[in-house]
């Protein structure tokens, strides 16, 4: 199965391109409304926000085969829109022009 995320396809079988993208690409987790980075919070990684879910394991789990509702039922107190809006924020991120410093 292929999932469509902002003109991107993506295999739920083989996310490797995608989290390959995601990892390569240095994203500005600040303008995803759906995380925050709090200073003696799981050492300040960005998680979801209101959890303590890093931002890095839902990644992990998508490379590892996972899904999404794979996630909702193994990490309690996840808010889906939240899963997927980091995934979508992710995705967005690849449609932007890098930004180059000389």
Not at 80 to 85: G, I, P, S, T
Request: glycine share 6%; net charge negative; proline share 5%.
């Amino acid at each position: 199965m292929k999932v469509l995320l902002n003109g991107h396809f993506f295999s739920q079988a083989a996310p490797d391109a995608f989290l390959e993208a995601c990892t390569m690409a240095n994203l500005d987790w600040s303008q995803c409304s759906a995380v925050e980075s709090i200073p003696g919070k799981v050492s300040g990684a960005w998680v979801l926000k209101g959890t303590r879910m890093p931002v890095s394991a839902i990644f992990e789990n998508l490379e590892a085969g996972a899904n999404i509702d794979d996630i909702m039922e193994w990490f309690d107190g996840l808010d889906r829109e939240q899963v997927k809006a980091v995934i979508e924020f992710a995705a967005r991120s690849l449609d932007k022009a890098p930004a180059y410093t000389p």
